[in-house]
């Protein structure tokens, strides 16, 4: 099997989707067979290509990218169906907003909370409208546009990449 990682983290069979990412459609340059290679294997801490460690992910428990997950890192991480965020939900998915949602996570308070850009399309925790930042609880649901997430979180009072 011929793994490749796109350039926003995503790992696919390139064999069968070619060197276009089926999560982000973002062309793929870097191939990795076999075992790990130092896209895999490169400690969250220093690392060389300057990328932020994980914090936690979203996972797609409704809509058109139902089992797909998607990784927050430490900082802002924007999200939208546009192609200059952090994290791209595809327009396809329901998510017609250009500027939907700011997850963050705070290394200083440990927490990790959510707001919306703008309001061209709400978004609701645990069908709730958000209209200010919210501190995200562990299995939040977070619906905007035709899709649902459950937000799991890595990084917390329990863990976090700065005190290893």
């Known amino acids: 099997m011929s793994l490749v990682r796109c350039p926003n983290g995503h790992v696919y069979n390139a064999?069968?989707?070619?060197?276009v990412c089926p999560y982000?459609?973002?062309?793929?340059?870097?191939t990795i067979v076999g075992g790990k290679t130092a896209a895999f294997g490169t400690p969250?801490?220093?690392r060389e290509d300057g990328a932020?460690?994980?914090?936690?992910?979203?996972?797609c428990i409704e809509g058109a990218g139902l089992g797909n997950d998607y990784k927050i890192h430490i900082g802002k991480n924007f999200i939208s169906g546009g192609d200059s965020r952090?994290?791209?939900?595809?327009a396809d998915d329901g998510n017609s907003c250009g500027k939907c949602v700011m997850i963050a996570y705070d290394t200083e308070t440990k927490k990790t909370v959510i707001l919306?850009?703008?309001f061209a399309g709400l978004?609701?925790?645990?069908?709730?409208?958000?209209?200010?930042?919210?501190?995200?609880?562990?299995?939040?649901?977070?619906?905007?546009?035709?899709?649902?997430?459950l937000f799991v979180p890595l990084c917390g009072t329990n863990f976090d990449w700065e005190n290893l």
């Open 15 to 19: 064999r069968r989707y070619g060197d």
């Open 24 to 30: 982000c459609s973002r062309k793929t340059p870097q």
């Open 44 to 46: 969250a801490r220093g």
């Open 52 to 59: 932020r460690p994980v914090c936690g992910w979203l996972v």
């Open 86 to 90: 952090n994290i791209r939900i595809g």
């Open 116 to 118: 919306p850009e703008n």
């Open 123 to 149: 978004v609701y925790v645990n069908e709730k409208a958000v209209y200010v930042p919210e501190e995200l609880q562990p299995y939040d649901v977070i619906r905007f546009g035709k899709n649902r997430f």
